[in-house]
């Protein structure tokens, strides 16, 4: 979750991390107020890492009618993945799957499933579904929202984590199509307990990408005891 | 917000985001214990960016009696701007004012109403005179405090906006005169929504600077409804 | 504690505060995720600040019985310190004692007492006992466990100072001996009140060593009043 870094900023951190990164989110519209957008963006290439900006860019261009600007717009920065959701506007489905039908031609789609609103009641076997037809539509991953503070969609308003939504939700899913919005280390060392180390996590902060990998690996006390092997 | 930024890391922060602070903020006594204290302050004039130390700073001295010492100290640095406040000391109203017309006339002065004790009462009657006051002594801003947590003052100790209070402090006052602390994005929110997108904000950590912007614009979720206009 | 820092930040972190910084901390596992490892220490070397790996590192060497390859491991990377901690494994205390003793003669040990379990009960009078014989066994300073977040050990689940417990665990020991994990403001500021401001404290996240320096010198709201001398 990249919400304003620097240039020299990502520089710097790609130098150490850029081995546990996936994919850069630039979080909802901040590339657009970053005038070292152009910059950063060389630094991602550089390192290998891809970007995608946050879907409340897209969801901005639908509310505006001009999300073939957004594409063009997409395409002059030379974005290789897009991200689409709708966790603020009321976007009807048989329109969101249109989206991304269309958006898969020129880009790697993740699309978003839940409410930015804390507390939204959850319809687990409605978020299965519609993760279903998303990932049919041409989404390469579909991301559960949990917004950068974890406090939404499969959380409590205390980031607590709602394991028995969470099990009827992925249900029948292949998990490695989903990616978790997960900001908070007791999120993500209960998603690597349950579903392995290598679960796609989402919504980390730069400086906890080292930490997350030592979650993955039992190099913390969170998951020591889980994933260390007692034998040489 | 500083409380003790690198000179390379207020040269890397300041090329990205210069254009969205109006002032920079050496919080409370952080200057004195900063050794690269002169380069730095040549990194913010060089970005055309003011700063100003906290006022925590000033009242040190006018408990020690050495105003005019403080006052040498700033010039001698070639600050340009001084806060004054009594958050923590117990500093007579006539004192207060005598300390700002005197000090406005060498500095732009910036000076704080409110106790830094979270929890505190707040009488907003008495607030809305204070600052009356002290825009009549020569105040360019009055801050309303919050500390750096946004758990005092205006809020309450979970950081909730105290709507009513606000009201009635701000009742008659120029907006533009005051300067709101609200490191908390639901604080900012709130007053973004309240007051419109210029309203002065204080106490942003350096890596809220970018997405403080997007809430004023209408490009992240919590204001994005309420500011962005739905036709191109 | 430096919990994954790229080179070019701790360049610039001490740079400007390594005055402030008796001992770097590479938290729990993260050297061994670190692909700039290696440029990092010879960073803090050319501060003339010694590291120290946390001490899960030395519990999964134990737990794997590879004490002797981590000894080799630590050599190889030129540390002079180590820590040695049972805070999620189960040692027995005078196979405890053992390791401290052997470590004792490479190195500089910092041992650590306490569980990771936050809300675990803290039996004072063993602590200290604990304390004592880790001093007698070669360790040059005891940690007293709280995490990253302040939430174990000498303080409650939500962070708060557990002074009577803290009186109980201390007394007739050598303070300066002492090395009392406190990462938040308020438990700084205890600390610093009760035991002065030479006190040593730990798990410092690198943006809050100017600040913690202005708690030590009452240049802050929070000790302004204990320390500040009235009259110049």
């Known amino acids: 979750m990249d919400k304003g870094l620097t240039p020299d900023a990502v520089a ?3 130098e150490t991390a850029s081995a546990y990164v996936d994919i850069a989110k ?3 519209g901040t590339a657009c107020v970053t005038p070292t957008l152009a910059r950063k963006l060389d ?3 550089g390192f290998g890492v891809p970007v995608c900006c946050g879907g409340t860019l897209a ?3 639908i509310t505006q009618g001009r999300l073939d600007d957004y594409r063009r717009w997409l395409t002059g920065h030379r974005f290789t993945h897009v991200e689409i959701s709708d966790g603020t506007i009321d976007l009807p489905r048989e329109r969101k799957l249109e989206h991304i039908e269309l958006l898969a031609r020129d880009f790697v789609v993740l699309s978003e499933v839940g409410s930015k609103v804390a507390g939204a009641v959850v319809d687990p076997g ?3 579904q519609e993760i279903s037809e998303e990932l049919a539509a041409g989404s390469w991953k579909v991301i559960t929202e949990a917004r950068e503070s974890g406090t939404a969609g499969l959380f409590g308003t205390g980031g607590e984590v709602r394991s028995d939504v969470i099990e009827e939700v992925v249900e029948g899913l ?4 989903l990616l978790f919005e997960a900001p908070q280390k007791a999120q993500q060392a209960w998603f690597i307990r349950r579903f392995g180390p290598d679960v796609n996590l989402g919504n980390i902060e730069p400086g906890e990408l080292i930490p997350l990998e030592t979650l993955r690996l039992g190099l913390r006390s969170d998951t020591l005891l889980d994933l260390l092997p007692t034998t040489p």
């Open 12 to 14: 710097s951190l790609l």
């Open 26 to 28: 630039l979080g909802w």
């Open 43 to 45: 630094v991602y290439r």
């Open 59 to 61: 969801e901005i261009a």
């Open 126 to 128: 409605a978020w299965r």
């Open 174 to 177: 292949p998990i490695d199509r």
